[in-house]
Each structure stands twice: as structure tokens, then as C-alpha cells.
């Protein structure tokens, strides 16, 4: 079993006729995902990769039954586009794009929210679980089929971390990289209580940054609802202080945010967590 994307999930992908949305749909297809359909205005009637594509989500879903869309739209048009794909009533939406305007970004999570849709990002790389379906630009290679929930705030480090336990021989159930913007769509505690409730996730991997206390928080979650065994890894130790650095949540305020609050909660609250990306599969296979 996976959270978020099964093998129901179909996807339409917005902006599928740019550079991006062409070579990533192909990876996703790639990787066993179901991609029914594409979007761009204008374009209706095209194909990419065999894709149908349609001028609008409405249409696409129509036709198609897409209930999952992956946005690959610039980010001035960000917010009209997921605001389309939820008109459209697609119950996942994963939003690549970076550089989305925090105004609009606080706008079009609100209201998936309030019609019950799951936003993943902006400025994330999305989810896959092995063997079932990949939503996003994580790398194919990296996967491994197994039991460990993966949810990160950084792409990269999900990258480095994911490839690390599978050439150790850890599997992963689903993986989820939430981005680091400072307005996500979906947070740490949405994602671990996923984990904790799916059958098939038997340990999970945290992977946070300084800046903000969205892990701060995901640690009193763990501490109260959380009985799988959790490691994490926070970037940033090194950090100078006084210096913006990484994404656009990466903002340290009155003591909370920076590297050492961040471990030190996760400690208190069971939590093993590693110096080193790579330390990660050593401590799961503890």
C-alpha cells in the first residue's frame, strides 16, 4: 500500500507541452505512472509521447477521468492553474513550479483545502512510491521497493537520502517531498500521520532544514501519535548565523528555526537523528 498515489492514480499534466512538462511526463510514464492526459491552452488536440492534450483540466478529466494533476506552469500562472485543477475536482494536485508569489501561493492552498484536495508544494519535487506511480521529477533510478515513508523538505537531500538506503537495501513505501517553500499545501504532520496509519510503512525518514518550526512541530506529533520508528536528518548544522540560506522558508526567528532546536526536539520526542545524509540506512537498520 502507498499514500496519496495508488494504482488508481491518472494524471494530467499542466504545461505538458513546455520543455519540462514534456521530459517529465516521459519519466513518469517511464516509472509506471498512469498519464492520461496533458493540458495547455491552445494546444487542444495535440499529443505528447501518445499524451492527448487538452485546452483546459475540466476537459481533460472529462474525458479521461484524470483525478491527479502535476503542475508544470510558470510560476506567474501557478496560481490559475491549480486553481483550475481544483474547479475540475482532481483530488491530488502536486505543484513543481518555484519562484511562486507567497500571496498567491497562500490563496490557492487555502482554497484546495477547503474543497478537500491534497497540495503537495509549490516548489517541490512530488512524491513516488515504488512499484505503484511517481507524480513530480524525483529521479526513477533512485527507488527501491519497501517499507520505509519518506517525507522531506528539500528535493536534493531527498535524492541523496533515498538513493542511500535503496544501494544499502532499504526500500521505501512512498517518498513525498513537500518543498520548502514558506506556504506548503501539505506539511509534516499531514504526511506522518499517512505513515502511521498505513500498513505497509513500518519505519520513516524526516528530512528537514533550518528555518521555520514546521519540524519543531512535526516533533510533538511524533511524540503523541507516532509509533513506527522515525530518523531524521536537518540540514543546515553549518549554517553562518544572520544569512538567509536554501528555500524561501528558511527563516530562523526569536530562537526557533536553527538546526540545534530543531534536532533537539526530534530527540525529545524518540527520534534518531543522523549527522550525515548517508548516516540515515545505518540508523534504520538499527
Given at each position: 500500500m502507498s499514500v496519496i498515489v495508488d494504482k488508481d492514480t491518472k494524471v494530467v499534466v499542466q504545461g505538458i507541452t513546455g520543455y519540462q512538462g514534456t521530459y517529465h511526463s516521459k519519466a513518469m510514464m517511464d516509472f509506471g505512472t498512469s498519464v492520461v492526459a496533458g493540458v495547455t491552452p491552445g494546444k487542444g488536440g495535440q499529443e505528447v509521447h501518445g499524451v492527448p492534450v487538452f485546452d483546459t483540466v475540466s476537459e481533460a478529466v472529462a474525458q479521461t477521468g484524470a483525478n491527479t494533476s502535476c503542475v508544470f506552469v510558470p510560476a506567474p500562472f501557478t496560481m490559475s492553474a491549480v486553481l483550475e485543477a481544483v474547479d475540475a475536482d482532481v483530488a491530488t494536485v502536486v505543484t513543481v513550479t518555484e519562484h511562486v508569489p507567497v500571496h498567491d501561493a497562500i490563496r490557492f492552498?487555502?482554497?484546495?483545502?477547503?474543497?478537500?484536495?491534497?497540495?503537495?508544494?509549490?516548489?517541490?519535487?512530488?512524491?513516488?512510491?515504488?512499484?505503484?506511480?511517481?507524480?513530480?521529477?524525483?529521479?526513477?533510478?533512485?527507488?527501491?521497493?519497501?517499507?520505509?515513508?519518506v517525507v522531506s523538505r528539500s528535493g536534493?537531500?531527498?535524492?541523496?537520502?533515498?538513493?542511500?538506503?535503496?544501494?544499502?537495501?532499504?526500500?521505501?513505501?512512498?517518498?513525498?517531498?513537500?518543498?520548502?517553500?514558506?506556504?506548503?499545501?501539505?506539511?509534516?504532520?499531514?504526511?506522518?500521520?499517512?505513515?502511521?496509519?498505513?500498513?505497509?510503512?513500518?519505519?520513516?525518514?524526516?528530512?528537514?532544514?533550518?528555518?521555520?518550526?514546521a519540524e519543531e512541530e512535526a516533533s510533538e506529533f511524533i511524540k503523541g501519535e507516532v509509533t513506527k520508528p522515525v530518523v531524521a536528518y536537518i540540514a543546515g548544522r553549518t549554517a553562518p548565523p544572520g544569512k538567509r540560506m536554501g528555500h524561501a522558508g528558511a527563516i530562523i526567528a526569536r530562537g526557533r528555526g536553527t538546526a540545534d532546536s530543531k534536532i533537539g526536539a526530534l530527540e525529545a520526542s524518540g527520534a534518531r537523528v543522523a549527522r550525515l545524509p548517508t548516516d540515515v540506512p545505518g540508523l534504520l537498520a538499527e
Open positions: 492552498v487555502a482554497v484546495a483545502k477547503a474543497h478537500g484536495v491534497t497540495l503537495i508544494g509549490p516548489n517541490c519535487p512530488g512524491l513516488g512510491a515504488p512499484g505503484t506511480a511517481k507524480v513530480g521529477i524525483l529521479p526513477n533510478k533512485i527507488f527501491k521497493q519497501g517499507d520505509v515513508g536534493t537531500l531527498t535524492y541523496e537520502i533515498v538513493n542511500a538506503m535503496s544501494e544499502a537495501g532499504i526500500g521505501q513505501s512512498t517518498c513525498v517531498g513537500i518543498g520548502g517553500d514558506r506556504i506548503p499545501g501539505t506539511g509534516f504532520i499531514e504526511v506522518l500521520k499517512r505513515f502511521q496509519e498505513d500498513p505497509d510503512t513500518k519505519r520513516i525518514v524526516l528530512v528537514g532544514e533550518i528555518g521555520g518550526t
